[in-house]
T-cell receptor, first 112, second 110 residues
Framework: NAGVTQTPKFQVLKTGQSMTLQCAQD?????MYWYRQDPGMGLRLIYY???????DKGEVPNGYNVSRLNKREFSLRLESAAPSQTSVYFC???????????FGSGTRLTVV | GQQLNQSPQSMFIQEGEDVSMNCTSS?????WLWYKQDPGEGPVLLIA?????ELTSNGRLTAQFGITRKDSFLNISASIPSDVGIYFC??????????FGKGTRLSVIA
């Protein structure tokens, strides 16, 4: 099983450009999450989807939107990228919100 | 919001030494988890703790859920080079997402 698959693995954007980070899981998990990781800041939650059809803001949602396309897929969109959004983005999923997470291998995004 | 204070921020140890790291919070959590992140990869779950006072081992790793439910520690015995990475603690209140500490970066000198 692939687990949690994130695409792309690397991306460089110019300020103001838009893009969508894709995430898919094949474990039939109900809950999915987007985190960003910055040096010295740990993992900070951007948005999450406790179950198909629901999404909620996390700690740092500004500048992002999400779509829970179906049970398998949860995408993160940057409408107008800013240098402050340069980060490594991780998608994760879990059986439900009270279970441990399985993480993808990350998308390294640079905004210039 | 809830915050976890993880210490130390970084550690340099000799191969074979034991390692101890901990996580504290002003909030009570129902679950504590410990993750390890290898360079260029996502975090991987090492140990999950569900009851106050619980002590759980996974090979050379041992973790405990503090009695007050506001802290947890992770010990690694007889460290080896592949223990290198970033270790994250995470706490959870029921029906809310995990909150992560800022991580402990472990370096092992052979």
């Amino acid at each position: 099983n692939a687990g949690v698959t994130q695409t792309p693995k690397f991306q460089v954007l110019k300020t103001g450009q838009s893009m969508t980070l894709q995430c898919a899981q094949d474990m039939n998990h109900n809950s999915m999450y987007w985190y960003r990781q910055d040096p010295g800041m740990g993992l900070r939650l951007i948005y999450y989807s406790a179950s198909e059809g629901t999404t909620d803001k996390g700690e740092v949602p500004n500048g992002y939107n999400v779509s829970r396309l179906n049970k398998r897929e949860f995408s993160l969109r940057l409408e107008s990228a800013a240098p402050s959004q340069t980060s490594v983005y991780f998608c994760a999923s879990s059986r439900d919100i009270n279970y441990g997470y399985t993480f993808g291998s990350g998308t390294r995004l640079t905004v210039v | 919001g809830q915050q976890l204070n993880q210490s130390p921020q970084s550690m340099f140890i000799q191969e074979g030494e034991d390692v101890s790291m901990n996580c504290t919070s002003s909030s009570i959590f129902n679950t504590w988890l410990w993750y390890k992140q290898d360079p260029g990869e996502g975090p991987v779950l090492l140990i999950a703790l569900y009851k106050a006072g619980e002590l759980t081992s996974n090979g050379r790793l041992t973790a405990q859920f503090g009695i007050t439910r506001k802290d947890s520690f992770l010990n690694i015995s007889a460290s080896i080079p592949s223990d290198v990475g970033i270790y994250f603690c995470a706490g959870q209140v029921y029906n809310t997402p995990l909150v992560f500490g800022k991580g402990t970066r472990l370096s092992v000198i052979a």
